[in-house]
């Protein structure tokens, strides 16, 4: 067994359902409810959706088995992964990534939980805020964002199964109720039925290639491949235990959380307000949903639980994020989990504040401006947002396709899946060998020619 059992701070999940809640939580996070409602508003509704499942189901998932395959195979941090697997300087460099990806997006994605943890408070206590003045307030959003980062650093500090698996347990199954509970509010809600049509009846019409390319985004964003979190979470993982299972319930939980998060805000949206507020972006979740539950009866303790739920969501990302440098540098700096911990957490606490700083119009972090192969970037979040939470995830998916499908012999890679998943053999065995051989590379690689203008205008960041 290739587990560092002589370290007790590397650790170990303690069970198969505490793998596939910490590993669920990594993927379901800001995406899923803050992100994924918004990008269907933008791309046509249902016809979204209906590509959305596709390519979870055959590009996601794929990478996903790929990814906890590699992690269990060698017990180690993305780097350690492929050093372990025999991978040269070259191959490396995609668990480099990784360890960046996490670490930078853990930096401006706890911005964005920072200010759901502000509006878990307005809401109770029921003060009308205007998003657009919140954002420019350093006062409030810095000490936000730093307050959760903490909360973060202290579940990380717990080690695998004392902190990471025990928190998933309890804010797992606290989401999933929260999300039911309001998606069912929404979808009972007189003038709701325009909102469901809308959101769950495909106009195949509107189908072109930016919608195909958005919803793969989407699903590499969605499913937490090429960030490392998962071949992280893999090396802690038993050898005995079922990686297709386990990794079928990952995709199951995180795309089931997505569609009751359009279900949550598109009925809603469409019986108290109007569609034409589908055009709001990324601050959809925030300017609209406030004045839908406005309108409900109750409706600052509902607008309360929908941004706890929102919090808990980002919190059981922001963990797996933490844990991916802080793995790399007990594997392979040999530092303790405390000294790992406290110093990635500071760190990505004063990384933060430019970020924070970018929503404040005139401010020099706001007014950055980067061509980044064809795209033009503006701000400092936006350009982190490009950098590494879209374009450098979709060059470790590849990366990491090739490096096990092509650098490597793919049947060990196949052998490792199917340590206790005894269905996986014959023609699954084979699907998933074509698909990250094949399929995988050929469609990351249109995604990739797509984000930097091949096929016309770039996309933009998420």
Same mark, same amino acid.
């Given at each position: 067994?290739?587990?560092?059992?002589?370290?007790?701070?590397?650790?170990?999940?303690?069970?198969?359902?505490?793998?596939?809640?910490?590993?669920?939580?990594?993927?379901?996070?800001?995406?899923?409810?803050?992100?994924?409602?918004?990008?269907?508003?933008?791309?046509?509704?249902?016809?979204?959706?209906?590509?959305?499942?596709?390519?979870?189901?055959?590009?996601?998932?794929?990478?996903?088995?790929?990814?906890?395959?590699?992690?269990?195979?060698?017990?180690?941090?993305?780097?350690?992964?492929?050093?372990?697997?025999?991978?040269?300087?070259?191959?490396?460099?995609?668990?480099?990534?990784?360890?960046?990806?996490?670490?930078?997006?853990?930096?401006?994605?706890?911005?964005?939980?920072?200010?759901?943890?502000?509006?878990?408070?307005?809401?109770?206590?029921?003060?009308?805020?205007?998003?657009?003045?919140?954002?420019?307030?350093?006062?409030?959003?810095?000490?936000?964002?730093?307050?959760?980062?903490?909360?973060?650093?202290?579940?990380?500090?717990?080690?695998?199964?004392?902190?990471?698996?025990?928190?998933?347990?309890?804010?797992?199954?606290?989401?999933?109720?929260?999300?039911?509970?309001?998606?069912?509010?929404?979808?009972?809600?007189?003038?709701?039925?325009?909102?469901?049509?809308?959101?769950?009846?495909?106009?195949?019409?509107?189908?072109?290639?930016?919608?195909?390319?958005?919803?793969?985004?989407?699903?590499?964003?969605?499913?937490?491949?090429?960030?490392?979190?998962?071949?992280?979470?893999?090396?802690?993982?038993?050898?005995?235990?079922?990686?297709?299972?386990?990794?079928?319930?990952?995709?199951?939980?995180?795309?089931?959380?997505?569609?009751?998060?359009?279900?949550?805000?598109?009925?809603?949206?469409?019986? $108290?307000?109007?569609?034409?507020?589908?055009?709001?972006?990324?601050?959809?979740?925030?300017?609209?949903?406030?004045?839908?539950?406005?309108?409900?009866?109750?409706?600052?303790?509902?607008?309360?639980?929908?941004?706890?739920?929102?919090?808990?969501?980002?919190?059981?990302?922001?963990?797996?994020?933490?844990?991916?440098?802080?793995?790399?540098?007990?594997?392979?700096?040999?530092?303790?989990?405390?000294?790992?911990?406290?110093?990635?957490?500071?760190?990505?606490?004063?990384?933060?504040?430019?970020?924070?700083?970018?929503?404040?119009?005139?401010?020099?972090?706001?007014?950055?401006?980067?061509?980044?192969?064809?795209?033009?970037?503006?701000?400092?979040?936006?350009?982190?947002?490009?950098?590494?939470?879209?374009?450098?995830?979709?060059?470790?998916?590849?990366?990491?396709?090739?490096?096990?499908?092509?650098?490597?012999?793919?049947?060990?890679?196949?052998?490792?899946?199917?340590?206790?998943?005894?269905?996986?053999?014959?023609?699954?065995?084979?699907?998933?060998?074509?698909?990250?051989?094949?399929?995988?590379?050929?469609?990351?690689? $249109?995604?990739?020619?797509?984000?930097?203008?091949?096929?016309?205008?770039?996309?933009?960041?998420?």
């Amino acid at each position: 067994m290739a587990m560092n059992t002589d370290t007790q701070d590397r650790g170990q999940f303690g069970s198969s359902l505490g793998f596939i809640l910490a590993a669920a939580g990594s993927a379901v996070g800001l995406g899923n409810i803050w992100r994924f409602p918004y990008l269907t508003a933008e791309n046509g509704g249902g016809a979204f959706v209906f590509v959305y499942i596709f390519c979870v189901l055959l590009i996601g998932l794929p990478l996903l088995f790929n990814e906890i395959a590699l992690g269990r195979k060698s017990g180690k941090n993305p780097i350690g992964a492929i050093r372990e697997t025999g991978g040269n300087r070259f191959w490396q460099l995609a668990g480099v990534l990784c360890v960046l990806v996490c670490f930078f997006v853990l930096s401006y994605y706890s911005v964005i939980a920072g200010w759901t943890v502000g509006y878990i408070v307005t809401e109770v206590i029921n003060i009308p805020v205007d998003f657009e003045e919140f954002v420019e307030t350093p006062m409030y959003v810095i000490p936000l964002t730093f307050f959760f980062i903490l909360i973060t650093i202290l579940i990380v500090l717990g080690g695998v199964s004392g902190g990471i698996e025990k928190a998933s347990k309890v804010l797992m199954p606290m989401l999933f109720i929260i999300v039911i509970f309001i998606a069912g509010r929404s979808v009972t809600l007189d003038g709701a039925s325009a909102g469901i049509e809308y959101y769950l009846n495909p106009d195949f019409s509107k189908i072109n290639s930016k919608v195909v390319l958005q919803a793969l985004g989407q699903a590499f964003f969605s499913m937490s491949v090429g960030w490392g979190l998962m071949i992280t979470f893999g090396s802690y993982l038993k050898k005995e235990s079922n990686i297709i299972q386990a990794s079928t319930w990952i995709a199951g939980m995180d795309t089931t959380v997505a569609l009751f998060g359009g279900l949550m805000v598109f009925p809603a949206l469409f019986a $108290l307000l109007s569609p034409e507020y589908l055009t709001q972006g990324p601050g959809l979740v925030f300017n609209v949903l406030p004045k839908v539950f406005d309108q409900m009866p109750g409706g600052n303790l509902i607008g309360g639980l929908f941004f706890i739920l929102l919090m808990v969501a980002a919190l059981t990302s922001t963990i797996s994020m933490l844990e991916v440098p802080v793995a790399y540098l007990i594997d392979d700096r040999k530092w303790n989990r405390k000294r790992a911990t406290w110093t990635v957490g500071i760190a990505a606490m004063v990384l933060s504040v430019p970020s924070a700083l970018s929503s404040i119009e005139g401010n020099v972090f706001a007014d950055l401006r980067l061509n980044f192969l064809g795209n033009p970037l503006i701000g400092f979040f936006g350009i982190m947002d490009f950098i590494f939470g879209t374009f450098a995830v979709i060059v470790i998916c590849l990366m990491l396709a090739l490096y096990t499908g092509w650098a490597k012999k793919i049947t060990d890679f196949a052998d490792e899946l199917a340590l206790g998943s005894p269905k996986f053999k014959g023609t699954f065995r084979s699907a998933w060998i074509f698909f990250i051989k094949w399929v995988c590379p050929i469609v990351i690689g $249109l995604v990739i020619l797509d984000l930097v203008g091949v096929f016309g205008t770039p996309q933009q960041g998420h």
